[in-house]
């Protein structure tokens, strides 16, 4: 089997988690397995979960506000990125919580400019209630969710009616903006769609695979951020409507891979790798990335490849492992994002 020394190596060595995820995603072990079910237990008393367990309210509703990273989406992300099951009782409150409007109202459950988004139909509010939704299965029939399906699907449909980002967004003083009611796909919409099924019905699912294949073409040499641009009513301004990272689907050689760790921002390298392992298969249009991160892999060179500042900025995004002091902790958590990113890419 590919990745097996990895795969050796992480299971004598990783946390919890990534020892939980690696049983689970990669070598099929059932959940309910005694030893799975231990390891639960295990998670649960790291550190890091303990953190975010501790900014659970007594109601459910986790951090301060709905979106953001001290917010209910963060917090219940974080802990279904380490292992922890979407039934077990912390996400099952949070998720009561978010669904009962008594609950709900009690807390920031918008996010500034989500209003303003939701009245365009872009998803605001709404989307990031149907994102977590959709990461724990709820049911596809809750009124957010038909509705932000739906929505997403329009986004996705549109990309046939354009040929440029000029078709659909405009330069302004000193941003471009998408124009007023255009309809162009974004990370939760995309997202979404992914983590649904009810809509792939009839041929909308190989039209959402031609569309993406059409918006990537659109997209792929262009690397400017498009905002929202509220209307008075909402206070006017710019906000981000959660683009979709189309580089993310280019392919990368290693003289690429290098300007993107010897970048000035240092999280460039942690949100590409991120964007990198979310893409869905029915959205990815190579595979010459995932072929170049099992070589480095393989080659087990990366720990000497990532500068400090991005190794760093890495662990606030993808960060599994409780204990940084430890090289070997460190080791594996970026051994396992590399390996969770190409494992089923590439071991088919």
Known sequence: MMFQ???????????????????RDMLKIPVDELSM???????????????????????????????????MDCHIGALLNSGIEKDSEFIQRAITALTNPEIASRHKNWFIGGEALDSEGRGGNHAIIAQILSWVGYSEDYPIMAEQIKLAQEHLFAVFDYTSPEDFSVRMKNYR???????????????????????????????AKAAVKHAYEIMKDYDEHITYRKPKEFGSGVIGPFNFNWQALRPVDEERLRSILESSYNFQFGFWLSAVSGVPDWVRQNTETYELLAHILDKDTFMDMIPDNQLKAFRQIMGREPNWRNKKSVKCDVMFA??????????V
């Open 338 to 347: 590399l390996l969770n990113a190409c494992y089923n890419v590439l071991n």
């Open 177 to 207: 903006c998408y124009k007023p009611g255009a309809r162009f796909p974004g990370a939760n919409h995309i997202n979404l769609l992914n983590a649904t099924t009810g809509w792939r019905v009839g041929n909308n699912f190989e039209t």
């Open 37 to 71: 079910k231990e390891m639960q237990s295990e998670i649960l008393q790291q550190s890091n979960i303990q953190k975010h367990l501790t900014e659970q309210h007594p109601d459910g509703w986790f951090g301060k506000g709905i979106h953001g990273c001290e917010d």
């Open 5 to 23: 020394k990895q795969i050796d190596f992480l299971l004598e060595n990783a946390c919890a988690s990534i020892r939980y995820l690696v049983h």
